[in-house]
Antibody
Framework: QVQLLESGGGDVQPGRSLKLSCAGSGFRFGNYAIHWVRQAPGKGLEWVAVIWSDGSNQYYGDSVKGRFTVSRDNSKKTVYLQMNSLRVEDTAMYYC???????????WGQGTLVSVSS | QSALTQPASASGSPGQSITISCTGTGSDVGYYNYVSWYQHYPGKAPKLIIHEVIHRPSGVSNRFSGSKSGDTASLNISGLEAEDEADYYCSSYTTTRTVVFGTGTKLTVL
């Protein structure tokens, strides 16, 4: 069955970096764009970034542009989110999600928690 | 890249119908028919319940339906059940090739 599994979350100080991973299984990973979505405590869902199926294009939300970088290794069936210059407001549960091809997300991981504080 | 506007809360009694609105702009909801709706229970992964404005994924109850008029999309839930109590989010593709979510609606089944 289709599964996405995030990892790499944790506690980090402001200004530092963290790299999240999203490992896929049960489907042809290289055929799908993958998105990152986050939810800060007590807040709504916020779209973070997308990487196309072949890695040729990436797009970012305004709040992370210039600080976060999404990449993928289809041979490892994994998408990464490199997060630099982290801010307190980046504290959130980070989900990766599979794009059906019409920018809707049919499968989601269970999320990995990132906490940024001094 | 402003969030789509949803009512913060909605409520209804079992068996009733409710509608949740999602208002965007001519650069997102009004431009594309790429509006989706998600049901989200706290601590769980969100679940896709409507895609491309009106389509239900396999396995989603036909009590859920979607529509759109201009810059506003809507989710209708008929025959409310206790298990429908959750947070609901809309999302839309945008003309800048990004995705924007709605502000979210907390549905209470009375």
């Amino acid at each position: 069955q289709v599964q996405l599994l995030e990892s790499g979350g944790g506690d980090v100080q402001p200004g530092r970096s963290l790299k999240l991973s999203c490992a896929g299984s049960g489907f042809r990973f290289g055929n799908y764009a993958i998105h990152w979505v986050r939810q800060a405590p007590g807040k709504g869902l916020e779209w973070v970034a997308v990487i196309w199926s072949d890695g040729s294009n990436q797009y970012y939300g305004d709040s992370v542009k210039g600080r976060f970088t999404v990449s993928r290794d289809n041979s490892k069936k994994t998408v990464y989110l490199q997060m630099n210059s982290l801010r307190v407001e980046d504290t959130a549960m980070y989900y990766c999600a599979r794009d059906t091809g019409m920018t809707d997300f049919d499968y989601w991981g269970q999320g990995t928690l990132v906490s940024v504080s001094s | 890249q402003s969030a789509l506007t949803q009512p913060a809360s909605a409520s209804g009694s079992p068996g009733q119908s409710i509608t949740i609105s999602c208002t965007g702009t001519g650069s997102d909801v009004g431009y594309y028919n790429y509006v989706s709706w998600y049901q989200h229970y706290p601590g769980k992964a969100p679940k896709l319940i409507i895609h491309e404005v009106i389509h239900r994924p396999s396995g989603v109850s036909n009590r859920f339906s979607g529509s759109k008029s201009g810059d506003t999309a809507s989710l209708n839930i008929s025959g409310l059940e206790a298990e429908d109590e959750a947070d609901y989010y809309c999302s839309s593709y945008t003309t800048t090739r990004t995705v924007v979510f709605g502000t979210g609606t907390k549905l209470t089944v009375l």
